[in-house]
T-cell receptor, first 113, second 114 residues
């Protein structure tokens, strides 16, 4: 099976703009989670989608949002970008079932100028 | 989810065993210990998990103390490619805890040296 894919891999935006990142999970995986990684805060959970519904949400402002489509692909959107949003955004998918591990994609590197 | 404590960094000689400790003194009876690693600029990679018995797979071994308050990840023959940040995570793995949410700490940076 193909792994988790994320597009684009690199992105440069300016403050105030918005951005949409895309994630395609492993085939058959219905859970998709998003994480933000910065040097200062480390890896932080943003939210999780399962069967097109948000199942969990981390402690991020409402500027961060996401959605999941019927084919399990997911997008996350960040509006009104701030300099502090510069980060590596990681997507992970997992099968529904106990103990199953998460598979992470390579991430999207977002730089906000 | 219980909190974990790991040393910030460790060195290991290539070919030797790398033993990475993790303290999780507040772990609950239904929480599992998971280990992930992140090689520079890549997404984290699952390594192994366990509840109370020692576990081994093709990548590593996991030793959990009898009181479950600490564990050790063992890479039996470390190579330069094992240089990475290793994260120990404690979480409920079933029922309402069977979600994609992982709480990462700061992890241990393992440097394997030739």
């Amino acid at each position: 099976k193909a792994g988790v894919t994320q597009t684009p891999r690199y992105l440069i935006k300016t403050r105030g703009q918005q951005v949409t990142l895309s994630c395609s999970p492993i085939s058959g995986h219905r859970s998709v989670s998003w994480y933000q990684q910065t040097p200062g805060q480390g890896l932080q959970f943003l939210f999780e989608y399962f069967s097109e519904t948000q199942r969990n949400k981390g402690n991020f402002p409402g500027r961060f949002s996401g959605r999941q489509f019927s084919n399990s692909r997911s997008e996350m959107n960040v509006s009104t970008l701030e300099l502090g949003d510069s980060a590596l955004y990681l997507c992970a998918s997992k099968e529904q079932g106990i103990y199953n591990e998460q598979f992470f994609g390579p991430g999207t590197r977002l730089t906000v100028l | 989810d219980a909190k974990t404590t790991q040393p910030p960094s460790m060195d290991c000689a290539e070919g030797r065993a790398a033993n990475l400790p993790c303290n999780h003194s507040t772990i609950s009876g239904n929480e599992y210990v998971y280990w992930y690693r992140q090689i520079h600029s890549q997404g984290p990679q699952y390594i192994i998990h366990g509840l109370k018995n020692n576990e081994t797979n093709e990548m590593a071994s996991l030793i959990i103390t009898e009181d479950r308050k600490s564990s050790t990840l063992i890479l039996p023959h470390a190579t330069l490619r094992d240089t990475a940040v290793y994260y120990c995570i404690v979480r409920v793995a079933h029922g309402s805890g069977n979600t994609g949410k992982l709480i990462f700490g700061q992890g241990t940076t393992l440097q394997v040296k030739p």
